[in-house]
């Protein structure tokens, strides 16, 4: 079984500071972790994967995000916000066997002030 | 060429009605897959199509929604007897396959459905 758990629902952060997105996962199986992001009246959008290589991974955007298996967690981060930035953004957990389809978190609103 | 496709992009519809959704997947994508995004809430897996295999159906809610993929292309997600509580956005993403890889899903820009 899997579950993934993303802390805060709601973030705001000012135009050019750290973004801190949080998530810890659960998992039976070692996983592979996705970060999507999503603006309004729209599907999701890939922003990075990771998949058992490197543990920091670098996505769209100026995103990154650290596998830490320690910790169960895949935090997202960006030095510095822009404006449009603002959007949900998903964290979400798949395995290499059983069930194909993604457990997600149940998102973060980022909100990006001038 | 173009991304995953859904019609409706809107769906309005009384409550006992019955509706079809549309999924275009990407082109030589083999597996298919129907989420359910409900207001605040994270995606929630419904059905999985890989192929000429049997369908994945362990995430549909009741036995009021079924979907098909014909072709191994285009999928239908079809709720029966809509109620209240079928009010979503119902997402569909496909990705390449083949089962055991981490081949990343791709997602169409969902049909908000509203059942008065």
């Known amino acids: 079984a899997q579950s993934v758990t993303q802390l805060g629902s709601h973030v705001s952060v000012s135009e050019g500071a750290l973004v801190l997105l949080r998530c810890n996962y659960s998992?039976?199986?070692?996983?592979?972790l996705f970060w999507y992001v999503q603006y309004p009246n729209q599907g999701l959008q890939l922003l990075l994967k990771?998949?058992?290589?490197?543990?920091l991974v670098k996505g769209i955007n100026g995103f990154e995000a650290e596998f830490k298996k320690s910790e169960t967690s895949f935090h997202l981060t960006k030095p510095s916000a822009h404006m449009s930035d603002a959007a949900e953004y998903f964290c979400?957990?798949?395995?290499?066997?059983?069930?194909?389809?993604?457990?997600f978190g149940s998102g973060t609103r980022l909100q990006v002030q001038p | 060429g173009a991304g995953v496709s859904q019609s409706p992009s809107n769906k309005v519809t009384e409550k006992g009605k019955d509706v079809e959704l549309r999924c275009d997947p990407i082109?030589?994508?083999?597996?298919l897959y129907w989420y359910r995004q409900s207001l605040g809430q994270g995606l929630e897996f419904l059905i999985y199509?890989?192929?000429?295999?049997?369908?994945?159906k362990s995430g549909l809610p009741s036995d009021r929604f079924s979907a098909e993929r014909t072709g191994g292309s285009v999928s239908t997600l079809t709720i029966q007897r809509t109620q209240q509580e079928d009010s979503a956005v119902y997402l569909c993403?496909?990705?390449?396959?083949?089962?055991?890889?981490?081949?990343?899903?791709?997602f169409g820009p969902g049909t908000r459905l509203t059942v008065l």
């Open positions: 993403a496909s990705s390449l396959g083949p089962p055991g890889s981490t081949d990343t899903q791709y």
């Open positions: 998992s039976s199986v070692p996983p592979y």
């Open positions: 990771y998949t058992s290589a490197a543990t």
């Open positions: 979400a957990v798949g395995a290499y066997t059983g069930r194909r389809a993604l457990t």
């Open positions: 082109s030589g994508h083999t597996a």
């Open positions: 199509f890989q192929g000429n295999s049997a369908p994945d």
